[in-house]
């Protein structure tokens, strides 16, 4: 057997045959088994499946999506000079959109025309090949097909089903939706591993997605509804996959909360499923350098790597974490808000281990390693030069070297808003050791499911079932945990309702790319935010690309654009 497994570049051949046109192939494997052991061959098939994910997983595109057009992150055009970009962030954050704009088109071809049409070649490739290994990775490509077009359906409205891409796509959307990428992942429920790790998808990453697929059926079914229907039946089944994964003890909600997006949590047992994002992979450091200042520099050994003034948390978010402990800080009650890695004297001259800059939300006068007037090299101090000085630093890379980086609460679009230094700022997963860009070689997998959620998951659907009691026992069960640097019984809550379990996963999953879609699922998506004041519900979803509709116009009415766009 010697077959060519072909990636069809900004091809939409996932949504009908022979409708590409000016293309280039690009050969991922061109012997299924000439030359190469069965375990190898399945290896190269299966590859391409997962090998979209860090790509999908960039700052620009899906957490674009799900964090930038939420209440929780924005990205101003920063000085009137970074960041602008034909206004595609602003028009994420403002709901204001269209068919053009660059982070929804990319996501969709990581989604659809990448995501999803190399699961069905896989998914044809490998069930013609007679080997355990090959029967497991057809079940992992099924249910990576069953995770893209849950995506797809997130973000669209809409999925596309194809067995072979020969044929020409079914569209579904709605309940017909919900019910395919229900029975995917059902079929192979029990053919997945339960022991592989978060990068491949397992039983227990299986039974998450199907809990999740069940927690936001009623938007799915009916996206632009005024008031969602949440059954006991799905929230039923929410509950019965969440207790199976809780149920086999397989994971375990970590004491030190950043920890869990560590370099080294490829094998942090909070995690369930996750981009594998280790270095020797080419995984990227985006998520960690976006929001960190240009002039906030985490590793010594590296000078060129740095952060870029991306995105910060809106007033809005941060006041939610002030109303629910008011007069107290949220970093001295909470362990997910902050946590102090670096304290400094002033004047201070450190060795390089002993440099580590804070993680959480930054706000304030910010401490590194100080610069030159160019901003390179470091200043060198201790014996022979051999330790680093570190203060206060200045916006010295952005040619403003008398101007603190002093990140303040305001932030919005105007120029008084739009500074380098405005707004808190964000490092949630650790900047990686290796990254000597700050962009790449990435080490901390990037997480898609842990422990937590399920925990979380599960109050919900008890909660919408009217059990607050047991809905808070869960939300505490998941506070409580964090009690490697503040004491569990001062992190429990009393009391339990839908805005307070709202604001729990806010603080729980801040720059996780859930807002979105939770902010939709809770009846939120249509507030007022930073510079956002649209309240069409049709905004729920985003336009679909306008290069796939061309593409499609070969067969008359087969796509056709979501409404208001």
Request: aromatic share 10%; charged share 25%; glycine share 8%.
């Amino acid at each position: 057997m010697k077959k060519k497994i072909l990636l069809l570049s900004l091809c939409f051949s996932i949504l009908f045959a022979n409708s590409c046109t000016d293309l280039e192939e690009e050969v991922l494997d061109e012997s299924l088994t000439g030359g190469a052991s069965p375990e190898a061959a399945a290896d190269g098939i299966m590859s391409p499946v997962y090998a979209t994910m860090p790509e999908l997983f960039l700052h620009t595109r899906y957490f674009a999506l799900q964090e930038i057009t939420t209440d929780e992150a924005i990205l101003p055009f920063r000085g009137g000079k970074d960041w602008g970009d034909n206004n595609i962030y602003i028009d994420l954050h403002t709901h204001g959109m269209t068919s053009q704009n660059t982070p929804v088109n990319d996501a969709w071809r990581s989604v659809v025309v990448q995501g999803v049409t190399r699961s069905v070649t896989a998914i044809n490739a490998l069930a013609e090949m007679d080997t355990d290994i090959a029967k497991l990775y057809w079940a992992e490509a099924k249910a990576m097909r069953a995770y893209y077009s849950m995506l797809s359906l997130d973000l669209w409205g809409l999925i596309f089903v194809k067995e072979d891409l020969s044929q020409t796509s079914t569209i579904l959307r709605g309940n017909d939706a919900v019910e395919y990428i229900k029975s995917e992942l059902l079929e192979i429920e029990n053919q997945v591993s339960n022991s592989v790790g978060p990068g491949r998808i397992t039983q227990g990453a299986v039974w998450g997605l199907l809990a999740r697929l069940h927690l936001n059926a009623a938007v799915y079914r009916d996206p632009y509804a005024d008031a969602f229907t949440f059954t006991n039946e799905d929230m039923d089944k929410v509950i019965e996959y969440t207790d199976k994964i809780i149920a086999s003890g397989q994971y375990q909600l970590s004491p030190e909360y950043f920890e869990i997006f560590d370099d080294e949590n490829h094998t942090n047992k909070e995690l369930i499923f996750a981009v594998d994002q280790r270095a020797e992979l080419n995984g990227h450091n985006r998520l960690a350098y976006f929001s960190l200042s240009g002039d906030q520099f985490p590793l010594p050994e590296f000078p060129k790597a740095n952060g870029t003034d991306g995105p910060a948390i809106t007033p809005d978010f941060y006041h939610s974490w002030t109303a629910a402990y008011g007069a107290d800080d949220p970093a001295t009650k909470d362990p997910r808000f902050y946590k102090k890695n670096l304290n400094i004297p002033a004047d201070s001259c450190l060795a390089a281990a002993a440099f580590e800059i804070d993680r959480g939300i930054l706000r304030g006068q910010q401490y590194g390693l100080q610069t030159t007037a160019n901003g390179n090299p470091f200043t060198r101090c201790g014996d022979n030069g051999s330790n680093y000085k570190v203060g206060k630093l200045f916006n010295r890379t952005r040619g403003l070297a008398s101007v603190p980086v002093n990140f303040t609460e305001f932030v919005d679009f105007s120029t008084a808003g739009r500074g380098y230094s405005n707004g808190y700022r964000v490092l949630k997963y650790e900047f990686s050791k290796k990254s000597d860009t700050g962009r790449n070689k990435g080490d901390a997998d990037i997480v898609i499911l842990r422990l937590a959620d399920i925990y979380m998951m599960r109050a919900e659907a008890k909660l919408r079932k009217g059990d607050a009691a047991g809905a808070l026992t869960d939300v505490n069960t998941v506070r409580a945990s964090r009690t490697a640097r503040i004491a569990a019984p001062g992190l429990n809550l009393s009391d339990m309702t839908l805005d307070i379990l709202f604001r729990e996963r806010g603080f729980e999953f801040y720059w996780e790319m859930q807002r979105r879609t939770d902010m939709i699922r809770f009846g939120k998506y249509e507030g007022s935010w930073t510079e956002k004041t649209d309240t069409d519900k049709r905004k729920r979803l985003f336009p679909i690309p306008q290069s796939a509709i061309d593409g499609a116009s070969v067969i008359p009415g087969f796509l056709t654009q979501n409404q208001s766009y």
